[in-house]
T-cell receptor, first 111, second 114 residues
Framework: SQKIEQNSEALNIQEGKTATLTCNYT??????LQWYRQDPGRGPVFLLL?????KEKRKERLKVTFDTTLKQSLFHITASQPADSATYLCAHGHQGGKLIFGQGTELSVKP | DAGVTQSPTHLIKTRGQHVTLRCSPI?????VSWYQQVLGQGPQFIFQYYEKEERGRGNFPDRFSARQFPNYSSELNVNALLLGDSALYLCASSLDRGSTDTQYFGPGTRLTVL
């Protein structure tokens, strides 16, 4: 079955460093992937969508890559800040509004 | 502009009871989707409604049902509650029902089944 997997281990980094989160997909080839941020007790917030032919997309300090050979998307936060601490979710959307999410990776940025 | 709103915020029920959760989409949005999120996991798709009709259904038992009203608000109903139904229930709205339409999530309803 179609599956999206993220590293379930929390990522701890120092303020100012670049955080890199990984999303792997198996058993299918999505035409695009989406990344969301979720704070504790809150709903996910959409960040970026990248299509398979875009390879890389940027938004302020955020960068997403899409490698169809490795079946992987990488999500980078440069110059990370404690306010970036949250859980980051990778997702693929299907027709009919169905989003398939990975389990999310918790990021903690220490001052 | 108000975002997606959900009520109630928290709910405690006992096994066997039923529950109704409510969602109001962003003004102008015609599509509402429901997700269940268990602690430590990503959200799992339950339903999508568009123009008051069910357009998509996830792998959930028939105890779960939903509907969408003429004003595009929506209700999620769960009957015969089980302990395993304890989760954060999220509602998301979007303008349309396309696969790339951005979904805007509400704050969720935290359901605890005892």
């Amino acid at each position: 079955s179609q599956k999206i997997e993220q590293n379930s281990e929390a990522l701890n980094i120092q303020e100012g460093k670049t955080a890199t989160l990984t999303c792997n997909y198996t058993n299918y080839s999505p035409a695009y992937l989406q990344w969301y941020r979720q704070d504790p007790g809150r709903g996910p917030v959409f960040l970026l969508l990248i299509r398979e032919n875009e390879k890389e997309k940027r938004k302020e300090r955020l960068k997403v890559t899409f490698d169809t050979t490795l079946k992987q998307s990488l999500f980078h936060i440069t110059a990370s800040q404690p306010a970036d601490s949250a859980t980051y979710l990778c997702a693929h959307g299907h027709q009919g509004g169905k989003l398939i999410f990975g389990q999310g990776t918790e990021l903690s940025v220490k001052p | 502009d108000a975002g997606v709103t959900q009520s109630p915020t928290h709910l405690i029920k006992t096994r066997g009871q039923h529950v109704t959760l409510r969602c109001s989409p962003i003004s102008g949005h015609k599509s509402v989707s429901w997700y269940q999120q268990v602690l430590g996991q990503g959200p799992q798709f339950i339903f999508q409604y568009y123009e008051k009709e069910e357009r998509g259904r996830g792998n959930f038992p028939d105890r779960f049902s939903a509907r969408q009203f003429p004003n595009y608000s929506s209700e999620l109903n769960v009957n015969a509650l089980l302990l395993g139904d304890s989760a954060l229930y999220l509602c998301a709205s979007s303008l349309d029902r396309g696969s790339t339409d951005t979904q805007y999530f509400g704050p969720g309803t935290r359901l605890t089944v005892l």
